[in-house]
């Protein structure tokens, strides 16, 4: 149970990481809240460099929260991606989005699961 709440916590933390510091230059931007959340067509204007960085990001938080809350759900997604490199998953997200340029205003997050989903799916 303790493991369980030391993970909730970093979950947490990893998510108000992306909350901008300054809460008044968010508001001066017109924005209805704080979004958290790159959406999928920012994520697709990120220099190569960075984008890997936030796969790693998002592999690392997808894992953590599935393994945390649906254990199942998580051992799924370990079979699929087992011996994956970064940069395969990188690839495998790109062409989602490729695909399904429908989704670009989803958030990254999203579009990342559903990329997954649908490798899981072959």
Partial sequence: MKTKGIIIFLV???????????LSEAEEQDQEGV??????NEYLDMPEEV????VTGLIDAVFICLEAFEK?????????TKGMILEQLQKIFNKYLEK???NLHYDAATCF???????MDK
Avoid: G, T
């Avoid at 947490?12 to 300054?22: H, K, R």
């Avoid at 979004?35 to 999928?40: D, L, T, V």
């Avoid at 199942?72 to 699929?80: P, S």
């Fill in 51 to 54: 984008k890997i960085i936030y």
């Fill in 72 to 80: 199942e759900r998580y051992q799924e997604y370990r079979e699929a």
């Fill in 35 to 40: 979004i958290c959340f790159f959406k999928a």
């Fill in 100 to 102: 399904h340029p429908e």
């Fill in 113 to 119: 699961i559903w990329a997954l989903d649908e490798i």
């Fill in 12 to 22: 947490l933390m990893i998510l108000v990481s992306f909350i901008p510091a300054n």
